[in-house]
């Protein structure tokens, strides 16, 4: 792993060390690490690390995680945010989606933020049942998505 990207191999961990300015006493490396599920965007590994997938060969594509557990960190990770409150391995372990409820939700006006509360109800590995919440705002250009423990008290 270097400052940006993730590599496989050493010869290619060197490549993209050059090309961030990763001096190579600082790549780090882990032969232990195993990829588990690969999007185009982000990498989730056997360490329980989320990475940008940039760098990854093409010929790997591993999808061990669930397409809600996919989903769900796909909307994080997208929103720019460095992680949920829950935790990406939170977020790795749901098996599916039981059901998604609307409980608040803000729109205002042109210069309000709109804000959208989700209590997720999930099905986790190991057949254990669990409950979640998805908040979602807009400011202007900016979107962000979090996925946190217990709603926010202010709505």
Not at 86 to 102: D, F, H, M, P, Q
Not at 105 to 112: D, F, K, P
Request: glycine letters at 4%.
């Amino acid at each position: 792993m270097t400052k940006r990207y993730i590599a496989v191999c050493r010869t290619e961990a060197v490549r993209l060390a050059e090309l961030d300015g990763t001096f190579l006493h600082n790549v780090r490396c882990d032969p232990d690490v195993a990829l588990l599920h690969r999007t185009e965007w982000w990498a989730w590994w056997s360490d329980e690390r989320l990475t940008t997938a940039i760098g990854l060969p093409d010929n790997l594509w591993p999808e061990t995680l669930s397409p809600d557990a996919a989903e769900l960190i796909f909307q994080v990770w997208s929103s720019g945010l460095s992680a949920p409150q829950c935790g990406w391995t939170v977020l790795a372990k749901v098996k599916s989606i039981a059901s998604r409820e609307i409980i608040y939700t803000n729109s205002l006006g042109n210069n309000t933020p709109m804000s959208r509360w989700e209590k997720l109800t999930l099905l986790f590995e190991h057949d254990e049942r669990g409950l979640l919440y998805c908040h979602s705002y807009r400011d202007g250009e900016a979107y962000k998505c979090d996925i946190v423990t217990k709603p926010h008290s202010a709505f």
